[in-house]
């Protein structure tokens, strides 16, 4: 009897792996990178404001507040495209998870005005990413599938 449920167990993780895994791969990549996205557009959109902010309110550590800014939103809105495309995926969600620990480090540390447990799930979120790559839904994976086959 235990053989049937084991069985029957190893069927239903197979079939989760193979259709389900992928879709929530994309969901994942998507929700994060459109986050990371809306927010580089939102410091292109008010620069100046984004220069103060990044002056007066932000405390990156070690850069000058003008580098930092071009920095960070280079990032979000280079690694979110790669993201949410899957290109790359492993370099992007690795790029992002270590923007949000600086900013959950330096910029809204825990118990701050302005801090959120959003980081914290964006991290789990991009943890994975960077461990599992972006799924079998992304250019990452079509790519790789391809060079397999030249290889054989």
Not at 50 to 55: C, D, I, N, Q, R
Not at 125 to 147: P, Q, T, V
């Amino acid at each position: 009897m235990w053989q049937k449920i084991l069985k029957g167990w190893q069927q239903l993780t197979c079939v989760s792996n193979a259709w389900f895994a992928p879709v929530v791969d994309l969901i994942m990549r998507i929700y994060v990178g459109l986050v990371f996205w809306r927010s580089g557009q939102t410091k292109l959109d008010s620069w100046d404001s984004t220069l103060v902010l990044f002056e007066y309110e932000y405390d990156v550590p070690i850069l000058p507040h003008d580098i930092a800014a071009y920095i960070a939103t280079a990032a979000e809105l280079g690694l979110a495209v790669l993201l949410i495309i899957g290109l790359g995926t492993r370099f992007a969600a690795a790029g992002l998870l270590l923007m949000t620990l600086i900013i959950e480090l330096f910029i809204f540390p825990y118990g701050s005005e302005g801090h959120s447990t959003d980081h914290y799930y964006w991290m789990i979120i991009f943890g994975s990413l960077w461990m599992r790559g972006g799924g079998a839904i992304s250019i990452d994976h079509f790519l790789w599938k391809k060079w397999k086959q030249g290889i054989n």
